[in-house]
């Protein structure tokens, strides 16, 4: 079974970092590309940051200098670091990638909360 789980997520002071983890299982290939998406509550989910499988990046430029997203083809996790965090960073975040099981598809990790307090 092909899957994505995340983890990292918690409460932080606003100016606090974490570290988000995917790691992806069940796969007989290496994650070919990554985003993570986040949702805050009465919004839709937006894109935060995307990583391709030759290293190309891309941001929302809401977090365009405090995030980097990054992956570990060897473990086949992707990361999001989050860096000087703001109370509207405050969401659920969700890996999504894709992956391969008989053909490319696109998979979702189960979300990891971060919250954010002033």
């Known amino acids: 079974q092909v899957q994505l789980v995340e983890s990292g997520g918690g409460l932080v002071q606003a100016g606090g970092s974490l570290r988000l983890s995917c790691a992806a299982s069940?796969?007989?290939?290496?994650?070919?590309?990554m985003n993570w998406y986040r949702q805050a509550p009465g919004k839709q989910r937006e894109l935060v940051a995307g990583?391709?499988?030759?290293?190309?990046?891309n941001y929302a430029d809401s977090v365009k200098g405090r995030f980097t997203i990054s992956r570990d083809n060897a473990k086949n996790t992707g990361y999001l670091q989050m860096n000087s965090l703001k109370p509207e960073d405050t969401a659920v975040y969700y890996c999504?990638?894709?992956?391969?099981?008989?053909?490319?598809?696109?998979?979702w990790g189960q979300g990891t909360q971060v919250t954010v307090s002033s």
């Open positions: 999504n990638a894709q992956l391969f099981r008989g053909s490319w598809s696109w998979y």
């Open positions: 069940g796969s007989g290939r290496s994650i070919n590309a």
């Open positions: 990583i391709t499988r030759d290293g190309s990046t």
